[in-house]
């Protein structure tokens, strides 16, 4: 599939007798779940094209039901691509009852299944760096080049499709060169191609599993027979998390959490795969605390490095992703997206009530528009799998924080319940200096959403939240349109407790007007009862809109300290510059 081929859907093959996706008889029925907003613009598509699209059977909370031949199924993922920027990501079902059964599902809160889930933190810096440092473009584009050129199409019922995976299984079990540790398989599915898991058992919390995946099926939009290359779609993702496995077993990682890596079959016409193994873990109450997927990652089409996913998503994961960026792919920048019903192999896992993120290589609107087709090629990406470099290094930063463990020479950090470590406080407002504080020491403190906002313009409570409300907001302008500050965030480098003398991040949330115009100046104290604020930097938000941008300094001596980010609109740096437009906040922190 692809992402931006971010649509909807879900397909059963109805036949009792006969496997589903078997190729006789030729033309089956399929059941298929899609969302709402696409059936009018399908409708219009098939009209074009001589055809009808049938009338929904059901259709519920965005979601219904259609019940089609399956010859038009290559037609209707066309039509996704074409008219929505989308692709097929269908769901399969096994059972009509079951796709009727999706429709109530989607329209009802969901709830996740993780019986422990963690809350994630970022605090193992050392792994995750070594493990960064040994990603290879070579290695990434080598996968790529191999994935899309030794067979014509890896389409899910023909041989190719099943040859591909036997050659990735093959590759899998040379990069874990005799770990006894590490398993490779097969996830046997009722049509040709498998899919493929390499496994690395988890050394003290073997039971809770982290996984990081993307699809090896590749689809011609036009011709069910014709060539699909798919490099980017999704040759890109599955080189990218094989070059985060290489990575891991050369640094010799052994995770505290299972980690499965899984190249998913049959996603092109259904999820199918995924939906597979997302339900066998659901039905075996594996315990699955995090899932990352990466579905296209070597076309950069927009200004954005990451389009962070948020629907059929995990907030606190999503979070945590964006976290990570920040942390260590510093420089680099990332947009929210949504991309619709059943757009890739982590809406199964989603489905299944587990917790999954999807960073994007490009936004809805600027995704690869070579995809399904014979133009998707290393080529047509420049010969290069240099935008890969950092979804791969993002999956190993993942790994690393989300499965915790350690790489040969470095330590574990503490894992338990909570992910490893404690948590970073929420701060509370302090009516006595005014503005957000946390009163307790913790490996770091958090704004939450109480300066979201600047003056009377957007939500913010108890504004300026300056000490002692020194100094006032600028009131011009419109919220979420013009500069404010909308969160704050200090946490220690290496997850350990707030302490003088340790290096710390700032992790500043804006909303910025303009990238020239606008300027952050963040400043700290040693003492938050009677501030003298040194500056740490002044810096420029590298988009419009939301924006995070990070610095760090290294804590000096006071129990009770604080850091200002001053956002202003043109002007030079000030601790409280005089701007219509500008915005500044102060979050309190106790110090040990």
Known sequence: MAMSKFGPVAVWLACAATPAFAEAPKDKEVW????????EPMRASFRSQGAELPAAVREKGGVAVLRMRESQIDKLAGAMHDKLNRCAGFIAHESEAEALAAVEKASAPQQSLAASLISYNINNGPSVNAMMGSV???????????????WTTRRYNVQSGADAATW??????????GRTDISVDFFTHSWLQPSVIATIQGTTLPDEVVVIGGHLDSINQSSSTGAAPGADDDASGVASLTEAFRSAVANGYKPARTVKFMAYAAEEVGLYGS?????SYKNSAVNVVGVL?????NYKGSSYDFGMVTDNTNAALNSLTTSLITTYLPGLTYTNITCGYGCSDHASWNSAGYPATMPFEATMSTDNPQIHTTGDTLTYMGGTAANSVKFAKLAVAFLGEVAKGATTGNTPPPTGGDGGGTTIPVATYDATLKAPKCATVGIGCDSGTLLNGRASRGPESNAPNTIKSTCADGTSGTYHSDESNDALKVSSVDGTKLTAGKQVKIEAKVWAYSTTADTLDLYYTANANTPSWTLIGSYKPSGTGAQTISATYTLPTGTLQAIRANFRYQGSASTCSTGA?????DLIFAVQ
């Open 32 to 39: 298929i779940t899609i969302g709402s907003d696409a059936l």
């Open 136 to 150: 290879q473009e070579l290695n990434i584009r080598n996968t790529i080049n191999s994935l899309s050129t030794n």
């Open 168 to 177: 990735l299984k093959s590759q899998w079990t040379t990069i874990a060169n």
């Open 275 to 279: 939906s597979a193994i997302a339900n």
């Open 293 to 297: 997927q990466l579905d296209m990652t």
């Open 581 to 585: 437009y500008d915005d500044r906040d």
